[in-house]
T-cell receptor, first 112, second 115 residues
């Protein structure tokens, strides 16, 4: 099976940097995905990693170490609107498709 | 708007009734996924289609659940004889396979409440 762990809650200050960690165990690994989800809304795709290393997209960066089963999402220059749940998801090939298994999400609260 | 759309956005029904949800994927996306999300949890995979073929169903999808994608475009998810435990957000996502890990884009979801 698959097991994904991420912290339940985090709090950070506007303008600061926050790192949200995710550890996973899986077979048939096919990418590590990060989604943002505001309350009552659908998940919005942020980034993905297939190979080890850092992927940067504006204020958001994501890192992957496949040997350690570890990823993190880095958010820079935090804004109030970044308050949301951040979902780590592991992709696994299944019948040709990419089945995503999600963690429970990390609820980030950005304060003044 | 060319994103994934779902209808209805909210549905309240009584236990034992049947409900049907619709998902319209991003145009030309060949894969369509259904997930279910309950409060405080991440989305859970239910089933997916490649074009009109349903290729995998989760064990979460009991016999009361059925999904179709008849023409390889929109999809429907039907729940028969609803139970209170079916109350959840039902999310649809679509993707296009063009090489490399596919990225799934989610619709706004249908929030179901079974009384």
């Amino acid at each position: 099976g698959q097991n994904i762990d991420q912290p339940t809650e985090m709090t950070a200050t506007e303008g600061a940097i926050v790192q949200i960690n995710c550890t996973y165990q899986t077979s048939g690994f096919n990418g590590l995905f990060w989604y943002q989800q505001h309350a009552g809304e659908a998940p919005t795709f942020l980034s993905y990693n297939v190979l080890d290393g850092l992927e940067e997209k504006g204020r958001f960066s994501s890192f992957l170490s496949r040997s350690k089963g570890y990823s993190y999402l880095l958010l820079k220059e935090l804004q109030m609107k970044d308050s949301a749940s951040y979902l780590c998801a592991v992709g696994r090939l299944t019948g040709g498709g990419n089945k995503l298994t999600f963690g429970t999400g990390t609820q980030l609260k950005v304060e003044l | 708007d060319t994103g994934v759309s779902q209808d209805p956005r909210h549905k309240i029904t009584k236990r034992g009734q049947n409900v049907t949800f619709r998902c319209d994927p991003i145009s030309e996306h060949n894969r369509l996924y259904w997930y279910r999300q309950t409060l405080g949890q991440g989305p859970e995979f239910l089933t997916y289609f490649q074009n009109e073929a349903q290729l995998e169903k989760s064990r979460l999808l009991s016999d009361r659940f059925s999904a179709e994608r008849p023409k390889g475009s929109f999809s429907t998810l039907e729940i028969q004889r609803t139970e209170q435990g079916d109350s959840a957000m039902y999310l649809c996502a679509s993707s296009l396979t063009i090489g490399g890990p596919e990225t799934q884009y989610f619709g706004p979801g249908t929030r179901l409440l079974v009384l």
